[in-house]
């Protein structure tokens, strides 16, 4: 009778340990394209990404650079102080989104230039992303706009 115990207990934590292994390799395997690194514009100017590799780029709108070209196609430069990377965006862009003002892309950098495949802009006139203040406080750029 103890044995018959025993071996259940074993089947038990087997069953678990698989069903453990199987869930995790599930939830890796979906979220395998889902997570997006992000980087500053100085860290995509000294280390650019693979061409196939998507990420998360943010920094200020760099003033005098917004192009609206023919159609849907925007241009404009993303900095954060210690570099500045450009950005071909096709697309609507959110009401928000001007010069001057914090943003996020994700999108590829393909021949020297971020291919965005969306835009997002900041809500209000304090929110600005964790990511793009952090990097833009490395560059020295950043000023609290509450003191």
């Given at each position: 009778?103890?044995?018959?115990?025993?071996?259940?207990?074993?089947?038990?934590?087997v069953v678990a340990a698989v069903a453990l292994a199987?869930?995790?390799?599930?939830?890796?395997?979906?979220?395998?394209?889902?997570?997006?690194?992000?980087?500053?514009?100085?860290?995509?100017?000294?280390?650019?990404p693979a061409a196939t590799e998507v990420f998360r780029l943010g920094?200020?709108?760099?003033?005098?650079?917004?192009?609206r070209g023919q159609g849907e196609t925007v241009t404009f430069s993303v900095t954060d102080g210690g570099a500045s990377i450009p950005v071909a965006f096709t697309g609507v862009l959110p009401d928000l989104f001007e010069e001057?003002?914090?943003?996020?892309?994700?999108?590829?950098?393909?021949?020297?230039?971020?291919?965005?495949?969306?835009?997002?802009a900041k809500h209000d006139e304090t929110y600005m992303p964790k990511e793009v203040m952090d990097a833009l406080k490395d560059q020295g750029v950043y000023q609290d706009p509450n003191g």
């Open positions: 009778m103890k044995g018959l115990k025993k071996q259940r207990r074993i089947q038990i934590v199987l869930s995790t390799a599930l939830i890796g395997y979906a979220m395998r394209d889902g997570i997006n690194f992000f980087r500053a514009p100085s860290q995509v100017a000294e280390e650019p920094g200020l709108v760099e003033e005098g650079t917004l192009v001057g003002q914090g943003m996020v892309g994700t999108g590829s950098y393909i021949n020297g230039v971020f291919q965005a495949s969306e835009i997002l």
